[in-house]
């Protein structure tokens, strides 16, 4: 069994040899595996993650899409790790501060990076309109699901593996929303996730457009409407 696992989602990502590469040197001294996960056969980006396949790298190719957090939560399934993370392949987070956020999930239970902390550094932002956005839905996420999150959707997140696995099977969102059910069932279950402080920059390669928005709310109210966790 690895001592961590790193999913990596990916769509339509230039960057994702890049931040393979990355991961595996500042992981060096660690027993890692990576787990590449695609959902649009055919595709560059899927012919990439094939060519990268040699341990301790691995493919997950999935025949439909099923999400960003549908792609994660397969990772999940398949991870052999003790603790569990997964990484936007696109390298917003500094790749420096992945050893970090491991860490801390190992000591605490959980890990979140974040870009609205004290001491966090954001080296290339957003446009102001998804500054807004983010800001917005962020206050949204703290009221509705009473957690303490400033920053829920940034793009590296790590767990202990025995308390994620236990949860895993009640994942119900898909989208790019599901990191927010993930931290409240985690929470509910009374696991400590710390909210750590990245360098991060805005990657212009970003798959996620603000017409997700509308959709991304509206599941997370449903989900807190029905009172299920």
Request: net charge negative; aromatic share 6%.
């Amino acid at each position: 069994m690895a001592e961590v696992s790193v999913v990596i989602p990916a769509y339509r990502e230039g960057r994702l040899g890049s931040t393979v590469k990355e991961l595996l040197d500042v992981l060096g001294e660690l027993d890692v595996e990576i787990l590449i996960v695609t959902d649009h056969p055919g595709d560059a980006t899927t012919m990439e993650a094939r060519a990268l396949s040699r341990e301790p790298v691995n493919h997950i190719e999935l025949p439909e899409s099923v999400g960003k957090g549908g792609a994660v939560l397969r990772g999940f399934r398949e991870a052999e790790g003790d603790v569990l993370g997964f990484v936007d392949a696109d390298g917003s987070v500094s790749p420096e501060d992945i050893p970090g956020l491991v860490k801390a999930a190992g000591e605490t239970g959980g890990a979140v990076a974040s870009r609205n902390v004290a001491s966090a550094n954001v080296t290339r932002d957003r446009s102001l309109a998804r500054r807004a956005a983010s800001r917005a839905f962020n206050v949204f996420v703290r009221l509705l699901f009473d957690v303490p999150f400033r920053d829920t959707q940034c793009g590296a997140k790590f767990f202990r593996g025995e308390p994620l696995r236990e949860v895993l099977p009640e994942m119900r969102c898909t989208g790019f929303e599901f990191d927010v059910q993930l931290l409240w069932r985690l929470r509910n279950r009374g696991l400590d996730v710390e909210e750590v402080p990245v360098t991060w920059k805005h990657s212009g390669e970003s798959v996620f457009s603000l017409a997700e928005g509308p959709s991304m709310l509206f599941n997370l109210t449903l989900l807190r409407l029905r009172g299920k966790t």
